[in-house]
Nanobody, 118 residues
Framework: QVQLVESGGGLVQAGGSLRLSCAAS????????MGWYRQAPGKLRELVAR???????YYSDSVKGRFTISRDNDKNTVYLQMNSLKPEDTAVYSC????????????WGQGTQVTVSS
């Protein structure tokens, strides 16, 4: 079984910064892509950023230039550094990872609330 534990959410004023972390643990051979989705009330879930095991990254246009995704492969952990936060960044942020066990699986974190006040 694979578990993802997130941390780092909270309340911040507009223009501030937060750093989210997501650590994967359990039994698996390898982790390929790790990333973050977010969902705000009444809105569709949005892919915020993802990073491959080789370090290639993708960002949604809404966060490009403000957010940075990174990972520590030794710690099986992915990070999301969020700068210049805006009220529209308010959402529940969930991490995910694609792992290889006896199959190829996708696992999700429990979600962490990020609230940006104006």
């Amino acid at each position: 079984q694979v578990q993802l534990v997130e941390s780092g959410g909270g309340l911040v004023q507009a223009g501030g910064s937060l750093r989210l972390s997501c650590a994967a643990s359990g039994t698996f051979f390898s982790i390929s892509t790790m990333g973050w989705y977010r969902q705000a009330p009444g809105k569709l879930r949005e892919l915020v950023a993802r990073i491959t095991s080789g370090g290639s990254t993708y960002y949604s246009d809404s966060v490009k230039g403000r957010f940075t995704i990174s990972r520590d492969n030794d710690k099986n952990t992915v990070y999301l550094q969020m700068n210049s936060l805006k009220p529209e960044d308010t959402a529940v942020y969930s991490c995910y990872c694609n792992v290889r066990t006896s199959l190829y699986e996708t696992h999700w974190g429990q979600g962490t609330q990020v609230t940006v006040s104006s």
